[in-house]
């Protein structure tokens, strides 16, 4: 069976005015991964054990405390921390997060889960309930998305080949780590799993088994022909393998980011070297009927990556 899908569309148009973005996009070519290759990380119990959820259904905010937990004095009027006052440029960046959550955090969930993994964290990511520190660390690993850094080494991803992709993750998990979290975009939407473990159905047929807030404690995976460059992915179904309408697409419609990357990005609102912030504006839509004007242009949902503005789906895909 499926669940009804309660996906809307939430897109960020971001009206470029400097870009000062570090790179990424995994540096040294890893080797070719052909044989099964794993982490110890399970949805049970490295997973949550409740679902991905919209705003409504927690009392948390992104909100000050969040601010100076991730970019500290620089966020806050005068530099005081305690308590902290957001400036209003960090105001302006806490309510474009807030807006951009109402839809699901799967992005949060997928980089806490590797997060709490990795560090060894107790108690087990499954045993957490969905309120205070836990739904504020979900809420600020889901901010992360909109981090330049994170979001130039996704773009950086989406240039490369699914056996690119599937190399890099393999190599991550010959250490032991889960260093990414995977982007899946398709017209309905995005989705942000955590991937932790390679099969292979055949030699040019990997499965990439995933953590999916969607579906707490259970099995789910992305399928990558990786001689034909696509993959595909069940997003509603209950069983997988009997989705009527999984989510399908081509390299460049899949990315990656990584802990290492949001870790070292610098506060995006800050203006540092006293360079123009970009505009951000959020939509929220069930379709690609919609247009932003500027003085160079109208743009719209067809547009793509240029000089003046930057499309991209938001990760919050919630069933």
């Not at 870009?19 to 399970?42: H, K, Q, W, Y």
């Not at 070292?264 to 006293?274: A, D, R, T, V, Y």
Request: with cysteine; charged share 20%.
């Amino acid at each position: 069976m499926s669940r009804t899908s309660r996906l809307v569309q939430v897109i960020v148009a971001i009206v470029l005015v400097a870009s000062s973005c570090a790179g990424g996009g995994g540096g040294d070519v890893a080797p070719e991964v052909t044989v099964p290759i794993a982490t110890e990380l399970r949805p049970t119990p490295d997973g949550y054990s409740f679902p991905n959820f919209a705003a409504s259904a927690v009392p948390e905010v992104f909100d000050d405390a969040d601010l100076s937990a991730m970019f500290g004095e620089q966020a806050c009027v005068d530099g005081v921390t305690t308590p902290c006052v957001a400036t209003a440029e960090a105001a302006a960046w806490a309510r474009m997060v807030n807006q951009s959550r109402l839809a699901g955090h799967c992005e949060g969930l997928a980089v806490e889960a590797a997060l709490r993994f990795d560090g060894q964290m107790t108690p087990p990511t499954f045993e957490l309930v969905n309120q205070g520190d836990v739904t504020r660390q979900i809420l600020r690993g889901f901010a992360t998305q909109f981090l330049p850094e994170v979001q130039e080494e996704r773009d950086q991803w989406a240039t490369r080949s699914l056996r690119e992709i599937v190399n890099e993750l393999g190599k991550s998990f010959s250490r032991g780590t889960n260093e990414y979290v995977l982007g899946l975009y398709t017209p309905r939407g995005g989705h942000a799993v955590l991937p932790y473990a390679i099969d292979f159905e055949t030699q040019d047929v990997a499965i990439v088994r995933v953590y999916d807030s969607n579906w707490p404690g259970r099995n789910r995976y992305v399928r990558m022909d990786l001689t034909a460059d696509t993959w595909s992915f069940s997003f509603a179904a209950e069983e997988p393998t009997k989705d009527p309408s999984p989510w399908t697409g081509i390299a460049g419609d899949i990315d990656l980011a990584s802990l290492d990357v949001r870790s070292q990005s610098k506060c995006p609102f800050c203006g540092e070297g006293g360079g123009a912030l970009n505009s951000v504006v959020v939509i929220r839509t069930s379709d690609d009927d919609w247009a932003i004007t500027t003085t160079d242009g109208e743009f719209g949902a067809q547009t793509k990556s240029s000089d003046v503005v930057e499309v991209r789906p938001i990760l919050n895909g919630l069933v």
